[in-house]
């Protein structure tokens, strides 16, 4: 199987979603599997790697906080 790269039509619906719900639970996972033509384990993955991106953000802006402090 190949992985399939998300359209920019499916990345603004996750996006939105994310901002609204960090941790969508497997019943709102579904339906937007079905509404953007994408398995739910591939919505799974999305917003795992999302959150990760998040974290990973928010320790990158507390360190530029310490930087610029110091």
Not at 22 to 35: F, Y
Not at 36 to 44: F, S
């Amino acid at each position: 199987k190949h992985r399939r790269r998300t359209t920019r039509a499916q990345f603004k619906v996750l996006e939105k979603t994310f901002q609204e719900n960090p941790k969508p639970s497997a019943t709102i996972r579904r339906m937007l599997a079905q509404r953007l033509n994408m398995t739910p384990r591939g919505v799974q993955v999305w917003f795992q790697n999302r959150r990760a991106k998040a974290k990973l953000q928010s320790q990158q802006d507390k360190q530029r906080g310490v930087e610029t402090n110091a």
